[in-house]
């Protein structure tokens, strides 16, 4: 009734093989106790909340609030409304809207100057106007189709 290497039926039902009623039970396979960290789907949280982060954060040298200071004492500002809003949000331009990822390969001068290609990267990353590498597969994800410029050294 139970596997004849085992000396007691309570050594079969320990090991998995028999049920405390008798019956056969299903032997699992050997598997491994490892898990693979390169196989597992990157989180996203991290990069998530910084792009979350970002659209808040306004990146530029064009103060909006002082755009409508000016514009209001210039009397201007029922006629530009639209700028303080665009500097901040982006200006909406009617653009066809982006359908597939286009990532064109970077300029060869990349590896040519890539020291100063670095140093250019590190001093971006320390202004925080730059978060990094993101593979497009991830981006798009996360942001959906997009398009962008390849680097290079001018």
Same mark, same amino acid.
């Given at each position: 009734? !139970?596997?004849? %290497?085992? %000396?007691t039926f309570s050594e079969c039902i320990c090991k998995g093989l028999w049920t405390k009623d008798g019956k056969?039970?299903?032997?699992s396979l050997n598997t491994t106790l490892d898990t693979f960290a390169q196989a597992a789907v990157q989180p996203y949280t991290e990069l998530k909340s910084a792009l979350e982060l970002r659209k808040l954060t306004l990146l530029t040298l064009y103060k909006p609030?002082? !755009?409508?200071?000016?514009?209001?004492?210039? &009397?201007? *500002? &029922?006629h530009f409304v639209k700028i303080? =809003? &665009?500097l901040q949000l982006g200006f909406k331009i009617d653009f066809p809207s982006i359908l597939n990822v286009q990532t064109p390969q970077n300029k060869d001068l990349i590896t040519?100057?890539?020291?100063?290609?670095?140093?250019i990267i %590190?001093? =971006?990353l320390n202004k925080g106007r730059?978060? &990094?590498?993101?593979?497009a597969e991830?981006? =798009?994800? *996360?942001?959906?189709?997009? %398009?962008?410029s390849p680097m290079s050294i001018p």
């Open positions: 009734m !139970w596997d004849k %290497q085992y %000396q056969k039970a299903a032997v609030d002082a !755009w409508v200071y000016k514009l209001y004492r210039a &009397g201007a *500002l &029922g303080p =809003e &665009g040519k100057f890539l020291v100063k290609f670095n140093v %590190q001093n =971006e730059y978060l &990094g590498f993101v593979l991830v981006l =798009e994800e *996360l942001i959906g189709p997009f %398009q962008s």
